[in-house]
């Protein structure tokens, strides 16, 4: 697979998963249909999934962005982390709220921070292709650059916040994370391929 595959794919995976949160919101959450929401947490599980796998390749390929690259792959692994928590835990926890009540809110609880987690590693990395795709030539990758850092720094920020006090910050952590994870897709698509480096 070419370097520029890997990227498309891992923006596509990306895009996948800012359009099943946008369904989940607009349409899971208030729906009676008990089957869509393991069928979007499962959807969300395999592009996580692949994010991951593809982001380790563009890291071993690239040495000089390996960080970068890794950093994108964490994310990755983090949300696959939280996403099998919803669908392995949240039921056991609910039929046992009765003699555990506070079993349920722990595991909701630890999701969400890792889904936080994730958000700011993807902010950080929004944050570092966005302002490398500013010195890039064409409007629309400076464009997408600016937006992307731009995000980047607020998906950062809020996505802390939200650790330290989800009650307080889940709805705004969560869509910053949500519009980074779209604009860190696009600067994919747009900046232009960095040479393969081999580490010596």
Do not use: C
């Not at 794919?9 to 099943?20: I, R, Y």
């Not at 910053?176 to 897709?185: I, K, R, S, Y």
Request: hydrophobic letters at 60%.
């Amino acid at each position: 697979m070419t370097d520029r595959g890997l990227t498309k794919g891992l923006a596509a995976v990306l895009l996948v998963t800012v359009a099943s949160q946008i369904f989940y919101i607009a349409v899971v959450s208030g729906s009676e249909n008990e089957m869509l929401r393991p069928l979007t947490w499962f959807t969300e599980l395999f592009a996580f999934s692949i994010s991951a796998i593809l982001a380790h390749s563009l890291a071993a390929r690239h040495p000089i962005e390996a960080a970068l690259w890794s950093t994108i792959a964490l994310a990755g692994v983090l949300n696959v982390i939280q996403v099998a928590m919803g669908l392995s835990m949240f039921a056991p926890a609910m039929e046992a709220s009765e003699a555990v009540p506070q079993l349920f809110a722990a595991i909701l609880s630890g999701a969400f921070f890792f889904y936080f987690l994730a958000k700011l590693l993807l902010g950080g990395a929004a944050l570092v292709l966005g302002l490398s795709a500013l010195s890039a030539e064409g409007a629309l990758a400076k464009g997408a650059g600016g937006l992307a850092a731009l995000a980047g720094l607020a998906a950062i920020g809020l996505s802390l916040a939200a650790m330290v006090d989800s009650e307080s910050w889940t709805f705004p952590a969560g869509a910053a994370g949500t519009a980074v994870t779209a604009l860190l897709a696009l600067v994919l698509l747009v900046r232009p391929q960095p040479e393969v480096t081999r580490a010596a």
